[in-house]
């Protein structure tokens, strides 16, 4: 069984940054792209970002392109999420998820294992 754990959200002022984490359990960590997703209040879950099981390809939404940065350690079994220049809409539960797609998918059916999701707050 698969294991995600999300830590690192909390409350930044807008222009902040915050730095996600997410430590996958399993010994296949490497074998799989990971992705970032986002659920803000009465929203769907959307895609933010994901990387290729090498962690040579990334993809964005374009709403964090250029403010957000995607990165693993297969050493150390974690995706991490560097987020800059924070805005109030980025306000959301953020989740990491396992892709089956080993490129890295932005499509949530994609993915077969959630963590259980942080809470990232801006405040304007």
């Known amino acids: 069984q698969v294991q995600l754990v999300e830590s690192g959200g909390g409350l930044v002022q807008a222009g902040g940054s915050l730095r996600l984490s997410c430590a996958a359990s399993?010994?296949?960590?490497?074998?799989?792209?990971m992705g970032w997703f986002r659920q803000a209040p009465g929203k769907e879950r959307e895609f933010v970002a994901a990387?290729?099981?090498?962690?040579?390809?990334?993809r964005y939404a374009d709403s964090v392109k250029g403010r957000f940065t995607i990165s693993r350690d297969n050493a150390k079994n974690t995706v991490n999420l560097q987020m800059n220049s924070l805005k109030p809409e980025d306000t959301a539960v953020y989740y990491c998820?396992?892709?089956?797609?080993?490129?890295?998918?932005?499509?949530?059916?994609?993915?077969?294992?959630w963590g259980q999701g942080t809470q990232v707050t801006v405040s304007s």
């Open positions: 399993g010994r296949t960590f490497s074998n799989y792209a």
């Open positions: 990387i290729s099981w090498t962690g040579r390809t990334t």
């Open positions: 998820a396992r892709d089956r797609d080993p490129i890295g998918s932005m499509s949530r059916d994609s993915y077969d294992y």
